[in-house]
């Protein structure tokens, strides 16, 4: 189990991603706009700088939604892959049979 403040501290930083997802999008067009004058895409860039940190979406890192922990995620399913596993032999995940040979 990971620790309650770094699960907390990511749903911070996914609330501030969505928050300010739009804002983003927008500034970074402009930024991206090789026809719009230098100043204009400068001016983009710095009020892009002045946005939070974590509202970026490559601050954000994938965590399962059981347990917490940051490795061995699968993404599709959104949990560790020790979560699956123990949903699995507890035949809580359809079409999932635990291996015995």
Known sequence: MAKK??????KKRQKLVDQYATKRAALKVII????????????ASLKLAKLP????????HNRCQLTGRPHAYYRKLKMSRIALRD???MGQVPGMVKSSW
């Not at 940190?53 to 954000?60: D, H, I, K």
Request: proline residues 3%; aromatic residues 4%.
């Open 53 to 60: 940190r974590n509202s970026s979406a490559t601050r954000l």
């Open 87 to 89: 949903l699995g032999s």
């Open 5 to 10: 403040s770094m699960i907390e501290r990511e």
């Open 32 to 43: 991206n706009d090789q026809s719009k004058p230098v100043e204009e895409r400068f001016k």
